[in-house]
């Protein structure tokens, strides 16, 4: 469209860019109650202990999980073929995070209802299962994305998922996962110890440094098993960045290390595992040498990392078809139309910064140390 200033293709890539960064946005910020729910029993021994931990999370839950919802958002909106397969596709696994992530904020209203021990047991547990399920079952997805999906279209472009739910629990998907839920770990541990004191602050500290190490083994077992183990997608016809959407005029072959070819042919994009296993390797020696912020700002840039070492590594792919090739689906025959991309890009231009400007406030006002005191002196505390 002549009056649209910016080309469908450069469109197209900027939606790209910014559906990674609303998932990195998760992945730290919601990663941070996700790895506190998960360490609650390990980190937090008593009623008091556990208490503090809530009084981490509980306040800021809400808003981290803005990005969840923008990220879904921006899938439905911006690549409609991407949420039609996924969402219904992957309908129980996301039945199970939603139904782990419901937990938690029952969890955080009605724990202090009654003071019975088994009673708050029962709901710590709960939150327990609202931080490992999510952190396990993303990476989980992830692996899957890698490996294909089973999913076909007809020729009216309608999508038929042929997998289950226990399809989804292969052994590379596992590990993707366990690197999902290491480094959420990491997220939670660094904010604990930077947030809390004395023995809390202690076994964070501890237990943060052991799942650093594991999501730098992890991550690397995966990258090793990426490039000699796990058939990666190639386009092999013409690719058309400009045309309307259509995932099934394209030609698609798997090759082994498939997955590897974007860093031959933009070796830039090396920076994002390197970032992983920076970020993994500095958040373990910030808690090692009690730099407990250096630790924070290091984790955060792993995360992202390996995140982007995901994206960058599929690039064009969203969602392979292990079904039937051609089906898969790319940055470009996966999108809305370049009206609606436009529209989109000016609306986020608007409320993004919005947003960005009321996160880092809340996590200012709130930023000081958690303690028994504290929670002492503050009635609103959970």
Same mark, same amino acid.
């Given at each position: 469209?002549?009056?649209?200033? +910016?080309?469908?293709?450069?469109?197209?890539?900027?939606?790209?860019?910014?559906?990674?960064?609303?998932?990195?946005?998760?992945? =730290?910020?919601?990663?941070?109650?996700?790895?506190?729910?998960?360490?609650?029993?390990?980190?937090?021994?008593?009623?008091?202990?556990?208490?503090?931990?809530?009084?981490? &999370?509980?306040?800021?839950?809400?808003?981290?999980?803005?990005?969840?919802?923008?990220?879904?958002?921006?899938?439905?909106?911006?690549?409609?073929?991407?949420?039609?397969?996924?969402?219904?596709?992957?309908?129980?696994?996301? +039945?199970?995070?939603?139904?782990?992530?419901?937990?938690?904020?029952?969890?955080?209203?009605?724990?202090?209802? =009654?003071?019975?021990?088994?009673?708050?047991?029962?709901?710590?547990?709960?939150?327990?299962?609202?931080?490992?399920?999510?952190?396990? +079952?993303?990476?989980?997805? !992830?692996?899957?994305?890698?490996?294909?999906?089973?999913?076909?279209?007809?020729?009216?472009?309608?999508?038929?998922?042929?997998?289950?739910?226990?399809?989804?629990?292969?052994?590379?998907?596992?590990?993707?996962?366990?690197?999902?839920?290491?480094?959420?770990?990491?997220?939670?541990?660094?904010?604990?110890?930077?947030?809390?004191?004395?023995?809390?602050?202690?076994?964070?500290?501890?237990?943060?440094?052991?799942?650093?190490?594991?999501?730098?083994?992890?991550?690397?077992?995966?990258?090793?098993?990426?490039?000699?183990?796990?058939?990666?997608? !190639?386009?092999?016809?013409?690719?058309?960045?400009?045309?309307?959407?259509?995932?099934?005029?394209?030609?698609?072959?798997?090759?082994?290390?498939?997955?590897?070819?974007?860093?031959?042919?933009?070796?830039?994009?090396?920076?994002?595992?390197?970032?992983?296993?920076?970020?993994?390797?500095?958040?373990?020696?910030?808690?090692?040498?009690?730099?407990?912020?250096?630790?924070? !700002?290091?984790?955060?840039?792993?995360?992202?990392?390996?995140?982007?070492?995901?994206?960058?590594?599929?690039?064009?792919?969203?969602?392979?078809?292990?079904?039937?090739?051609?089906?898969?689906?790319?940055?470009?025959?996966?999108?809305?139309?370049?009206?609606?991309?436009?529209?989109?890009?000016?609306?986020?231009?608007?409320?993004?910064?919005?947003?960005?400007?009321?996160?880092?406030?809340?996590?200012?006002?709130? &930023?000081?140390?958690?303690?028994?005191?504290?929670?002492?002196?503050?009635?609103?505390?959970?």
């Amino acid at each position: 469209m002549d009056f649209i200033p +910016i080309d469908y293709e450069t469109l197209r890539l900027i939606w790209w860019a910014l559906l990674g960064v609303l998932l990195i946005g998760f992945a =730290i910020m919601g990663g941070m109650d996700l790895g506190i729910g998960a360490l609650l029993p390990a980190v937090a021994r008593t009623d008091e202990e556990r208490r503090v931990l809530l009084n981490l &999370s509980g306040p800021t839950w809400e808003g981290n999980q803005v990005w969840l919802i923008l990220g879904g958002g921006a899938i439905f909106a911006a690549f409609p073929p991407l949420y039609a397969v996924s969402f219904s596709g992957f309908y129980l696994a996301m +039945i199970v995070i939603l139904l782990a992530l419901i937990l938690r904020p029952v969890g955080f209203k009605f724990r202090g209802k =009654i003071a019975d021990p088994r009673w708050r047991n029962t709901w710590d547990w709960g939150l327990v299962v609202g931080g490992f399920v999510p952190a396990l +079952i993303f990476g989980v997805a !992830v692996g899957n994305a890698l490996l294909g999906a089973p999913f076909n279209l007809d020729d009216t472009l309608r999508p038929f998922y042929y997998g289950n739910f226990f399809q989804l629990l292969m052994p590379f998907a596992l590990l993707c996962g366990l690197v999902s839920l290491s480094m959420l770990l990491v997220m939670g541990a660094v904010i604990i110890a930077k947030r809390t004191e004395g023995v809390i602050a202690e076994r964070a500290s501890l237990y943060g440094q052991w799942a650093a190490l594991a999501a730098i083994v992890l991550f690397a077992l995966g990258g090793v098993w990426i490039a000699f183990g796990i058939d990666g997608y !190639v386009i092999t016809s013409a690719v058309v960045t400009d045309a309307p959407s259509n995932p099934l005029t394209k030609t698609v072959v798997r090759q082994t290390g498939g997955w590897l070819s974007n860093y031959s042919a933009h070796p830039w994009m090396i920076v994002a595992p390197l970032l992983g296993f920076a970020g993994m390797a500095g958040a373990w020696l910030g808690l090692r040498l009690k730099r407990n912020i250096t630790a924070v !700002v290091a984790a955060g840039a792993g995360v992202a990392g390996i995140v982007a070492t995901a994206g960058l590594s599929m690039f064009p792919f969203f969602l392979p078809s292990s079904y039937n090739l051609t089906a898969s689906l790319t940055v470009w025959d996966a999108s809305s139309s370049h009206l609606t991309l436009f529209i989109m890009l000016i609306a986020t231009l608007i409320f993004m910064p919005i947003i960005l400007l009321y996160t880092t406030w809340v996590f200012k006002v709130i &930023s000081g140390p958690v303690s028994t005191k504290s929670l002492g002196r503050n009635p609103n505390a959970y």
